[in-house]
């Protein structure tokens, strides 16, 4: 099993920063790569940022440039360094880690309960 906790959300007003962290554990579960999505009240889930176990990033357009995702396999924790925060920006934040059995050929996704960013104008 895979169980991901989160932390570091609240409310911040437009131009601040915030950290989110993510801690995950697995039980017979190997993780490669982690995320970080959200979901604002009326719109889709939206990912945010991604990374594999070899540090490879990936983020969305919108944060690019403001956004930051790190990971430490010591601490097996993924990070997401939010600066020049935008009221658009306020969601639900929901931590990811694909993960799967050793003999399976395919990750599965789990996911964290997700932390509330609100972001004040």
């Known amino acids: 099993q895979v169980q991901l906790v989160e932390s570091g959300g609240g409310l911040v007003q437009s131009g601040g920063s915030l950290r989110l962290s993510c801690a995950a554990s697995?039980?017979?579960?190997?993780?490669?790569?982690m995320g970080w999505y959200r979901q604002a009240p009326g719109k889709q889930r939206e990912l945010v940022a991604t990374i594999t176990s070899g540090d490879s990033t990936n983020l969305a357009d919108s944060v690019k440039g403001r956004f930051t995702i790190s990971r430490d396999n010591a601490k097996n924790t993924v990070y997401l360094q939010m600066s020049s925060l935008k009221p658009e920006d306020t969601a639900v934040y929901y931590c990811r880690a694909d993960g799967k059995r050793y003999y399976w050929s395919q990750s599965m996704a789990f996911w964290g309960k997700g932390t509330l960013v609100t972001v004040s104008s």
């Open positions: 697995a039980s017979n579960f190997d993780i490669n790569a």
